[in-house]
């Protein structure tokens, strides 16, 4: 029973942020605005939320990566896993450089290395790192982690510099470049701090979820202890905004995704560990369970159905459809982005991937699959 409230749990926090994952989707392609959310002088604290909640996703994501690698290589023993991972991190390498980036685009201009590219590469780190005994793994993820902010002060155009620090675009031939969104360091790191976590859910469940909430607790008050005084962790400074408590405490908590700041990984890390002890309480949620035992299935069609999506609502509604980028990025006339639209949008493209994964798995395994299958 353990074993099945362990990994429901990750199903079910997986699960989660994939949901909230559709949601930033979502807003890209049926909320596009010319401002930025999370931009102050612009934004509304509806906007700013919608597009925080969704830091949750990619952390979260990576570090359970790392944490269902650990639990995988108990299973089947350190050889297996390390093929298992340069395999699986090869195919998210193909799929993030092909069709997802075309399913952003519906072009390809440019090659975007998101999550997906994070996840590879990640998963190949993990395949040499996971030799390493456990106390040298969790002195590799701090080394990677904690120090990185120091080096926000060097700025370079150099390719392996935008991958591995700080992200941008890579021309690289005529009207063809590379951008890399996700720089490596970071997020090679907490890979690695989520296979660090692994003996974790080996231990009994009371003692787990203890740790869990514990652990939880701390980076919350990391969080809180070195932004309070800017000390360290975000190169974005909060500061009194001067419109009431609303507007301060989203200063407060917005924090840097690209690359992700140390204090972004704490308050998001900080949110999901002691989730992962109350799904531990809770009985599964079919929905999240369903996603959260598929997530490549998700990822792989969400985007592109989105993107298609977006197209028709645009047409019929506004008699033409967002163009360009950001560089020159035209939008219809009479078009006003509305938070109301782009929630419908999100629950209809939940809907419609609630069925689709349900016919896919139906069509895998003709069998009835337990609550917890997936993994």
């Known amino acids: 029973m353990q074993k099945t409230a362990r990994l429901s749990s990750i199903d079910m926090l997986r699960g989660l942020v994939i949901v909230l994952m559709a949601l930033d989707h979502t807003r890209d392609f049926f909320g596009a605005a010319l401002f930025d959310p999370e931009d102050l002088a612009k934004t509304t604290p509806l906007w700013f ?25 108990t299973r089947s023993g350190i050889p297996s896993l390390s093929r298992y991972l340069v395999t699986r991190g090869l195919l998210l390498l193909v799929l993030e450089a092909t069709w997802i980036s075309f399913s952003w685009q519906f072009g390809y201009n440019v090659t975007i290395l998101q999550v997906l590219w994070a996840l590879g590469m990640g998963m190949i780190f993990l395949a040499g790192l996971a030799w390493l005994p456990w106390p040298a793994i969790a002195v590799v993820a701090a080394l990677l982690i904690l120090p990185h902010n120091l080096l926000d002060g060097i700025q370079s155009n150099h390719p392996l510099w935008l991958a591995w620090h700080q992200r941008g675009f890579w021309p690289v031939a005529g009207n063809y470049g590379v951008y ?137 509604r506004y008699g033409a459809t967002p163009q360009g980028g950001p560089g020159g990025f035209t939008l219809p006339q009479g078009y006003e982005p509305s938070l109301g639209v782009v929630y419908a949008a999100w629950v209809a493209v939940i809907a419609i991937m609630y069925g689709l994964t349900r016919l896919w798995l139906r069509r895998k395994n003709p069998r009835p699959m337990p609550a917890a299958a997936g993994r």
């Open 180 to 316: 890399l969104a996700y720089p490596l360091m970071p997020w090679l790191g907490l890979i690695a701090a989520g296979y660090a976590l692994g003996p974790v859910f080996q231990w009994q469940a009371a003692r787990r979820q203890r740790f869990l909430v514990v652990a939880g607790a701390v980076l919350l008050l990391a969080f809180v202890v070195l932004r309070s005084g800017n000390f360290y962790g975000d190169p974005d400074p909060w500061s009194p905004q001067g419109r009431g408590l609303v507007w301060d405490f989203i200063s407060f908590i917005r924090v840097h995704k690209y690359p992700p700041s140390l204090l972004y990984l704490c308050v998001t890390i900080g949110i999901a560990l002691p989730l992962l002890a109350w799904f531990e309480r809770l009985r599964p949620v079919p929905l999240l369970m369903l996603f959260g035992g598929t997530p490549m299935f998700f990822y792989v069609i969400h985007i592109a159905m989105i993107h298609f999506l977006s197209g028709p609502y645009f047409m019929l």
């Open 49 to 73: 939320a919608t597009r925080w909640i969704t830091h949750l996703c990619a952390s979260t994501f990576v570090l359970l990566a790392g944490t269902s690698a650990f639990l995988r290589g």
